[in-house]
């Protein structure tokens, strides 16, 4: 039987999650869109609560909650700040990576840093300038030495990069084409000939920084290895569709939050005598919210119960963004000048809810991913999909 309605551990993470957004997130949210900068102090709290690895043994610092109370902690955070919560979403994906690919002393060194936020918060450096979605392009190189290995590279779109004390960072270690030949490596955020550069000025999630780093002969030793030599790109990929629920679960939340603003107005305007065409937008807005809010959780769930889960994390992250998406966009026109001021939580929501359609793979990523496991689905099934 399918059944992924949340445990009661579960609906207690998510408890200490909306209390988080409420009193924490929330208030800062507006300043924090319109000034920019790093919100140090609420990743400071959700690391006591122990959000930063929901998913992670207890003895490592974790929460050892699963992924269905990620999820929902994810979705909770989203609704007070979308702009903290992309941190969340990366720290806690970088925490996993390590404690699945990672030597037991990188687990017990790396983990519970990240766990407590010592690190601050990792972060996941894989995009580059000509390799965005081709990450067979990377020109990113590790080049080994006597000592250990020499990093020499440039990397784009890195978040949190400017404050993260952990960066997993893949390079090319092989002269092979294409996606073979490409390690993984956990590099310190303090090492010698790391460049940081200065956030981007972006459309939305303005407080969260978003930095190119440089590598100018950056020296690790031989154990900051991630995985095995040359087999990087599958630690990646196993990362990418973990973090999709994440995404998808983020996306949940900034367009939740938009509806309820929505319905707020609605209430507040029209009180018991709402217009037919507001009734039918809430309406067509909340069925669409539950209809990826279920894919989601399916995700969740398949992924915490150790089944094949890469489709529906795709499927997920592919619904919520473009529905969270039209949903901000249906609500934005439909209270016309009332959320039209910058910062208000609608307008706000608009802007930040744009990049779940294109970063931890594009909505056209997802499509092709999909795609290609319908037509093997249709060969291996005898034509039925």
């Known amino acids: 039987m399918i059944d992924f309605a949340p445990s009661e ?45 929901v998913n992670l043994p207890q003895e490592l610092g974790g929460r050892a909650a699963g992924v269905v109370a990620y999820s929902l902690a994810i979705t909770e955070l989203a609704r007070g700040c979308a702009a903290t919560t992309v941190a969340v979403c990366v720290s806690n994906m970088v925490a996993e990576v390590v404690n699945h690919f990672g030597t037991p002393a990188q687990r017990q ?41 020499v990093l020499d590279g440039g990397k784009l779109w890195i978040t949190s ?29 303090d090492v010698a000939g790391l460049g940081r550069g200065k956030p981007e000025h972006k459309l939305g999630l303005r407080g969260s920084t978003t930095v190119a780093l440089d590598f100018a002969g950056v020296e690790v030793p031989d154990d900051a290895l991630l995985g095995e030599r040359g087999r990087g790109f599958p630690v990646a990929m196993m990362a990418l569709d973990g973090g999709r629920i994440g995404i998808a679960s983020q996306a949940l939340g900034i367009a939740g939050g938009a509806l309820d603003a929505a319905t707020q107005w609605a209430r507040d305007r029209f009180g018991a005598d709402v217009p037919q065409h507001v009734q ?22 398949l992924k915490e119960t150790g089944r094949p889960f890469s489709q529906a994390a795709s499927m997920a992250k592919l619904t919520a963004s473009e529905r969270g998406f039209a949903i901000c966009d249906r609500l934005l026109a439909l209270m016309g000048e009332a959320a039209q001021r910058r910062g208000h939580p609608v307008e706000r929501a608009f802007r930040d809810i744009r990049v779940t359609m294109i970063y931890e793979g594009t909505s056209e990523v997802q499509r092709v991913v999909l795609s290609r496991d319908i037509m093997r689905r249709f060969a291996d099934d005898g034509g039925r999909t």
């Open 9 to 53: 551990a579960a609906r207690a993470v998510e408890g200490v999650a909306r209390k988080l957004a409420a009193e924490v997130l929330a208030p800062a949210a507006e300043a924090l869109d319109r000034d920019g900068g790093f919100p140090r102090v609420s990743l400071e709290e959700i690391a006591k609560a122990r959000l930063l690895a």
């Open 109 to 149: 060194l790396h983990v519970p840093q990240l766990a407590a936020g010592r690190h601050v918060v990792g972060a996941f450096a894989l995009s580059e300038a000509a390799a965005g979605s081709d990450a067979g392009a990377m020109r990113t190189r590790a080049r080994k030495t006597d000592r250990g290995w």
């Open 161 to 189: 990069g400017s404050d993260a004390g952990l960066f997993v960072v893949w390079a090319r270690t092989e002269d092979t084409p294409g996606t073979r030949g490409i390690s993984a490596f956990l590099v310190p955020g």
């Open 280 to 301: 039918w937008a809430l309406a067509d807005s909340a069925t669409e919210l539950e209809a990826a809010r279920l894919l989601t959780l399916r995700a969740a769930w």
